[in-house]
């Protein structure tokens, strides 16, 4: 069964720990994204990767990080530095043939 | 201006009815158009994608693309309550060999029964 996948769904932390999300596809896909987003707003982008070791910053790459060591796993580190970090997390994966993102369930991160 | 803009709603029709979501988008080198569908609480669904000017349906859903315009539109017709979610605009951005999507805000739709 293919698919992305997100864990854990609902995440609590206290402020000042880092916490990590993962997100693993077995789609056969090469580029993978990670994604926030807000009540009442969209999406917006914090990293994402073409193909294994190697990524790039989004729109809101301050206080994450990310490692691409296999093509089916993209994990997001949310750092202490990070100053807004509840939110809702997103990964999605591309066929690049269609460029066509598809969703993992997301992440839903508390943080207080 | 924004990259994608979308009327934010919410846009209210009856059950039945011809629901029109519309989006504009400004980089008129853009080559991809998708329509997402993202129910309250839950990750954005792709219904449909289209790449050339023209119609394009499926099923219930058609998407409409007009790259003079810069103007993208999704219909659906024969509207359910199951249809009511936030529908999400994007349009690929290609910066040689990176490609990412920009996002509208999104409009809420809602059909009443």
């Known amino acids: 069964d293919g698919g992305i996948t997100q864990s854990p769904k609902y995440l609590f932390r206290k402020e000042g720990q880092n916490v990590t999300l993962s997100c693993e596809q077995n789609l056969n896909h090469d580029a993978m994204y990670w994604y926030r987003q807000d009540p009442g707003q969209g999406l917006r982008l914090i990293y994402y990767s073409q193909i294994v070791n190697d990524f790039q910053k989004g729109d809101i790459a301050e206080g994450y990080s990310v490692s691409r060591e296999k093509k089916e796993s993209f994990p997001l580190t949310v750092t202490s530095a990070q100053k807004n970090p509840t939110a809702f997390y997103l990964c999605?994966?591309?066929?690049?043939?269609?460029?066509?993102?598809?969703f993992g369930p997301g992440t839903r991160l508390t943080v207080t | 201006q924004k990259e994608v803009e979308q009327n934010s709603g919410p846009l209210s029709v009856p059950e039945g009815a011809i629901a029109s979501l519309n989006c504009t988008y400004s980089?008129?080198?853009?080559?991809?158009f998708f329509w997402y569908r993202q129910y309250s609480g839950k990750s954005p669904e792709l219904i449909m994608s289209?790449?050339s000017n023209g119609d394009k349906e499926d099923g219930r859903f058609t998407a409409q693309l007009n790259k003079a315009s810069q103007y993208v539109s999704l219909l659906i017709r024969d509207s359910q309550p199951s249809d009511s979610a936030t529908y999400l605009c994007a349009v690929n951005r290609v910066a040689g060999n990176n490609r990412k999507l920009i996002w509208g805000l999104g409009t809420s739709l809602a059909v009443n029964p």
């Open positions: 999605a994966s591309v066929d690049r043939g269609k460029n066509e993102q598809y």
């Open positions: 980089d008129r080198v853009s080559q991809s």
């Open positions: 289209i790449y």
